[in-house]
Nanobody
Framework: VQLQASGGGLVQSGGSLRLSCETS????????ISWFRQAPGKEREGVSC????????ASADSVKGRFAISRDSAKNMVYLQMNSLKPEDTAVYYC????????????????????????WGQGTLVTVSS
């Protein structure tokens, strides 16, 4: 199982970015893919989740209405469209895969429990300037 995140960069407050997570070595059907982020000095937190089996999604309250997760199963890609970016969105963003969350679904209260994610991509840095 491999995941590779890309698409980070420097953007002004109010701007947009789209992150990409290229996956390989596994079938979407059995996994959930989530985006996490970690800001300097803070713990890693879940941002958005998409279920591999049915495409259902869930997002953290802090990004609802601004971020959208999507997938292209044919290309084995997961995306995070980030709009109306704020300086507090500055962080290293990671994509990760989980079978337990894939089984339970992204509606599970444990959808962002880090210990349930077996496989992680390298991070991509997003910096939002004010």
């Amino acid at each position: 199982v491999q995941l590779q995140a890309s698409g980070g960069g420097l953007v002004q407050s109010g701007g947009s970015l789209r992150l990409s997570c290229e996956t390989s070595g596994f079938s979407f059907d059995y996994y959930a893919i989530s985006w996490f982020r970690q800001a300097p000095g803070k713990e890693r937190e879940g941002v958005s989740c998409i279920s591999g089996s049915d495409g259902r999604t869930a997002s953290a309250d802090s990004v609802k209405g601004r971020f959208a997760i999507s997938r292209d199963s044919a290309k084995n890609m997961v995306y995070l469209q980030m709009n109306s970016l704020k300086p507090e969105d500055t962080a290293v963003y990671y994509c990760a895969a989980s079978i337990p969350v894939g089984v339970a679904g992204c509606s599970s209260p444990n959808r962002f429990l880090i210990g349930l994610y077996e496989d992680w991509g390298q991070g991509t840095l997003v910096t939002v300037s004010s």
